[in-house]
């Protein structure tokens, strides 16, 4: 995609800004068949939806985006086995993970079981006992009485305790949606649309979270066990749908593409959300107060930090608990332990990152990344540390954690630097003891005493991607606005965009030549102004976190000057309120023609 308008200068954020050129014949197209206006339009054909995917993504429906469930292999075989156990009252036991994805999927599926009769035993294991299932919990469930053993979010490449469980007489059934190998566990069944050798008929599956995948077993399972004739007047089915809340949630926290049924799932769940069925959501959306109905914003930004902060930092099931719980009084406690956790999380993080931030800015750097490693540093931080530093340098981050056996690492990346494929070439040189990850974040694990090697090997990686200087990041700005068209109108049409999330990032619009009328600083560094233009068109804005940086010193001290602004529009419902506010992202002076 080209650009129609790109400054080679950096604004006054340290970005380079392009404005997105979009196919006019496609967009025109767009707005003959569905009646939208030329921004809306614009935006659809920027994200690359085509006409004849138009109507789902606007009005993304389930029933039209999810498939019969037994397209995925080892559906059928699962759903039959779960059935199976259900109404035969056998025990069965699950295994999640830490994070978001592992609690709502953990969630979906107890929830389920508890509503058609059983009473599934739930491990979630703690962050220093590593991620997945262990040989322990298996054995501590086959010790419980367990028959059928499921891992939800985890387990695909989990060969050693899977096997060993089966070896118990466990049956085994893995719902995870990470990368496979050619390889799989040899268990009863391994339901995953990122298995090698799955079809390709749906692709979108492939983006599903593992809430996702979740709640397509638990409805696979719901007709196994109609077709059982199980339900009765005394026993009547349950409805699925009440629980898309968790999926929603657990969808938009694992930062999966918002496209086909994952947009469906969190259009849907957001609904469901809003009806504050799920006690202990309830609670903490309570807790967090939230006033309004959540977005997918709140989901992401708001929610989804107070959830994985158990993890990270506190007892690793108090969310799976709070999210399974039917006790207002007991939520309300595990909801005030959630924020507990949050706050401490953030103050350890903050700890971390400033001392990481010593660590990089007090000597020259050899290399065009940022490295570093800390004496017993919180694992649980280490990876939202990296984020932060990758924002801040715009580099490849690198962030350790040196404990008394081994260090554990995280790291976070560019665009031009896969690092994926850095793990696994560190691993063939013996540099790392273990890793994994995507093209933008990753884990690992190494001894002491190969820190600097490691150092040496990603530094000349790096720069064998993308030379010896760090790129200057781009702003991709989707459209031109002037302040007079920034109405509630045009916000509300936007709206029906959501929501967003990766592969659907909110439109950034730019403003062109308004002046900054009375610039205060307000709460923590942020600043707030009404922009003004030429015609007479005005708007309220606000820059968040800038108070300490460029762009907050020039808007607090802009005296008549005239700037281009980017950012996004959004509703302002505040107290009953019915208007516009722009959030500003970066600023740069107006150029002189």
């Not at 108090?318 to 309300?332: E, F, N, T, V, W």
């Not at 490849?396 to 976070?412: H, L, T």
């Not at 029906?496 to 600083?521: C, D, H, Q, S």
């Not at 307000?522 to 968040?544: E, P, Y």
Request: glycine share 8%; hydrophobic share 45%.
């Amino acid at each position: 995609m080209s650009a129609s308008e790109e400054n080679t200068e950096k604004s006054i954020g340290g970005n380079l800004w392009k404005v997105l050129q979009a196919d006019d014949r496609e967009v025109d197209l767009m707005m003959q068949r569905f009646g939208l206006p030329y921004l809306m339009a614009r935006v659809l054909v920027l994200r690359g939806v085509l006409t004849n995917e138009a109507e789902n993504f606007l009005e993304p429906k389930i029933q039209k985006l999810m498939p019969d469930p037994k397209v995925l292999k080892d559906m059928d075989k699962a759903a039959a086995r779960i059935a199976r156990a259900i109404a035969a009252g056998e025990q069965i036991a699950i295994i999640g993970d830490y994070d978001v994805d592992g609690a709502t999927s953990s969630s979906v599926l107890r929830l389920f079981l508890e509503e058609v009769g059983a009473k599934p035993l739930v491990h979630i294991p703690e962050r220093e006992e590593g991620y997945g299932p262990s040989v322990h919990a298996v054995e501590e469930f086959k010790a419980q009485g367990a028959q059928l053993l499921i891992t939800v979010d985890c387990g695909t490449t989990a060969f050693e305790p899977l096997e060993h469980a089966e070896a118990l007489g466990l049956d085994t059934i893995v719902i995870d949606h990470h990368e496979a190998e050619a390889k799989l566990p040899k268990v009863y069944a391994v339901v995953n649309p990122k298995r090698l050798d799955e079809n390709n008929n749906y692709p979108y599956l492939k983006y599903m979270a593992a809430v996702g995948v979740a709640f397509m077993v638990v409805a696979a399972v719901n007709r196994e066990l109609r077709n059982l004739k199980f339900y009765s007047a005394a026993r009547p089915e349950p409805d699925l749908l009440k629980w898309l809340d968790l999926v929603a949630l657990g969808t938009v926290c694992d930062v999966v593409p918002l496209k086909g049924l994952n947009r469906a799932y969190v259009r849907q769940g957001l609904k469901v959300m809003a009806n504050r069925g799920n006690i202990g959501l309830t609670a903490l959306i309570d807790k967090a107060n939230l006033s309004e109905a959540p977005t997918a914003f709140h989901l992401g930004y708001v929610l989804g930090p107070r959830i994985n902060a158990s993890g990270r930092v506190g007892d690793a099931d108090i969310s799976h608990k709070l999210l399974c719980c039917r006790d207002g009084y007991q939520a309300q406690i595990l909801a005030d332990k959630l924020n507990e956790y949050n706050t401490a999380r953030k103050d350890i993080e903050n700890y971390v990152l400033l001392q990481a931030i010593e660590m990089l800015e007090g000597v020259p750097q050899t290399y065009p990344i940022a490295f570093v490693a800390g004496k017993d540093w919180h694992q649980g931080v280490i990876g939202i540390v990296a984020g932060k530093l990758k924002e801040r340098y715009n580099l490849p981050a690198f962030v350790m954690s040196i404990e008394a056996d081994e260090v554990k690492g995280s790291a976070r990346s560019i665009p031009q630097v896969d690092l994926g494929a850095l793990i696994i070439a560190a691993k063939e040189k013996n540099l790392i003891t273990k890793g994994g990850g995507h093209t933008m974040a990753a884990g690992f694990s190494l001894e002491e005493d190969q820190i600097d090697a490691f150092r040496e090997f990603v530094g000349q990686y790096v720069i064998g991607k993308i030379g010896t200087e760090a790129i200057t990041p781009v702003l991709e700005i989707d459209a031109v606005l002037d302040a007079a068209g920034a109405t509630p109108e045009l916000a509300n049409c936007l709206e029906k965009l959501e929501p967003y999330g990766a592969g659907n990032r909110e439109p950034l619009l730019m403003l062109k030549n308004v002046r900054l009328i009375r610039p205060a600083l307000i709460g923590v560094g942020h600043v707030r102004c009404v922009l003004s233009s030429a015609n007479g068109g005005s708007l309220k804005a606000v820059a968040f976190r800038v108070g300490d940086n460029d762009i907050g010193q020039a808007m607090l001290t802009a005296k008549g000057e005239t700037f281009d602004v980017v950012g996004i529009l959004r509703r302002d419902r505040w107290q009953g309120r019915n208007d516009v506010q722009f959030i500003i992202h970066d600023i740069r002076r107006t150029r002189s023609n």
